[in-house]
Nanobody
Framework: QVQLVESGGGLVQAGGSLRLSCAVS????????MGWFRQAPGKERTFVAR????????WYSDSEKGRFTISRDNANNTVFLQMNSLKPEDTAVYYC????????????WGQGTQVTVSS
């Protein structure tokens, strides 16, 4: 079983930055491709970014491209999401997720961390 624990959320003013972390345990971290998703109040969960097992490929939602950066540290079993130039519409619960197959579904999810951006 794989456990994912997000941290780093909080309250920030518009234009500010936050760095989310997701610590992974239970299996070999480098076996997994990792992703970040978010869910705003009253809305469905949406894709934010993803990164391949060796950091060779990253992919972003159009609305986050240029503002957010996903990265990972396989030595410390952690994936990060650096968020810059935050906007009130970025307010959501952010989740990390793991999968083995790049084209498959995410099999493991964290519990989420709240990000609130004030205007």
């Amino acid at each position: 079983q794989v456990q994912l624990v997000e941290s780093g959320g909080g309250l920030v003013q518009a234009g500010g930055s936050l760095r989310l972390s997701c610590a992974v345990s239970g299996r070999t971290f480098s076996n997994y491709h990792m992703g970040w998703f978010r869910q705003a109040p009253g809305k469905e969960r949406t894709f934010v970014a993803r990164i391949s097992w060796n950091s060779g490929t990253t992919w972003y939602s159009d609305s986050e491209k240029g503002r957010f950066t996903i990265s990972r540290d396989n030595a410390n079993n952690t994936v990060f999401l650096q968020m810059n130039s935050l906007k009130p519409e970025d307010t959501a619960v952010y989740y990390c997720a793991a999968k083995v197959d790049w084209s498959g579904s995410y099999a493991y999810w964290g519990q989420g961390t709240q990000v609130t951006v004030s205007s």
